[in-house]
């Protein structure tokens, strides 16, 4: 049992770079979203998706990209990465009218 | 919009006592989820418990009980017997089950709960 897998756990980046942090999971379920997670502020949506092929933006979704061309991969993208993206991200999934299954989470340092 | 309001950023309680953890939270809606999750130090987001808002009775799951409020939207969390594994942070959540809110958590700020031996 897998559940929600996200890779790395750990990144720094220079600013300026881009990256994808990758989220898979295995338990068939139709949403999924990604949060960022800051000292303080909880944890705030950035963008999510109702199914294969649909996604739109959340609370804070600038600077990010987000595709899902399968039930199971939901990757976010990083396009220039700033140090205002200095964070903890989460992907998380769900089914309708039930509670979400977190991913353990990746610690991106942008220096 | 919905905002979720955790007004104790830090609790602290003794091994073996009692722990209550405020959550308050506001929507227009009447059909949503309410739900507690724990972050400990490993940073996995756990789910602790969760209350539909239209069933009246108060969920439990083993040493961790809500005290539900509709209306006066509260939704507090009681920790019994606080054992050294429960110092985490703790995060309320909301999430409405209308179709075109249902895709979205919405969390308070979290409390720290540290756990004296």
């Known amino acids: 049992n897998a559940g929600v897998t996200q890779t790395p756990k750990f990144q720094v980046l220079k600013t300026g770079q881009s990256m994808t942090l990758q989220c898979a999971q295995d338990m068939n379920h139709e949403y999924m979203s990604w949060y960022r997670q800051d000292p303080g502020m909880g944890l705030r949506l950035i963008h999510y998706s109702v199914g294969a092929g649909i996604t739109d933006q959340g609370e804070v979704p600038n600077g990010y990209n987000v595709s899902r061309s399968t039930t199971e991969d939901f990757p976010l993208r990083l396009l220039s990465a700033a140090p205002s993206q200095t964070s903890v991200y989460f992907c998380?999934?769900?089914?309708?009218?039930?509670?979400?299954?977190f991913g353990q989470g990746t610690r991106l340092t942008v220096v | 919009a919905q905002t979720v309001t955790q007004s104790q950023p830090e609790m602290s309680v003794q091994e073996a006592e009692t722990v209550t953890l405020s959550c308050t939270y506001d929507?227009?809606?009447?059909?949503?989820?309410l739900f507690w999750y724990k972050q400990p130090p490993s940073r996995q987001m756990i789910l602790v418990i969760r209350?539909?808002?239209?069933?009246?009775q108060n969920a439990t799951e083993n040493r961790f009980s809500v005290n539900f409020q509709k209306a006066a939207k509260s939704f507090s969390l009681k920790i019994s017997d606080s054992q050294l594994g429960d110092a985490a942070m703790y995060f309320c959540a909301y999430r409405a089950n209308s179709g075109g809110s249902n895709y979205k958590l919405t969390f308070g700020k979290g409390t720290l709960l540290t756990v004296n031996p």
């Open positions: 998380a999934s769900s089914r309708p009218r039930h509670e979400a299954f």
């Open positions: 209350q539909e808002a239209y069933k009246q």
């Open positions: 929507t227009s809606e009447s059909d949503y989820y």
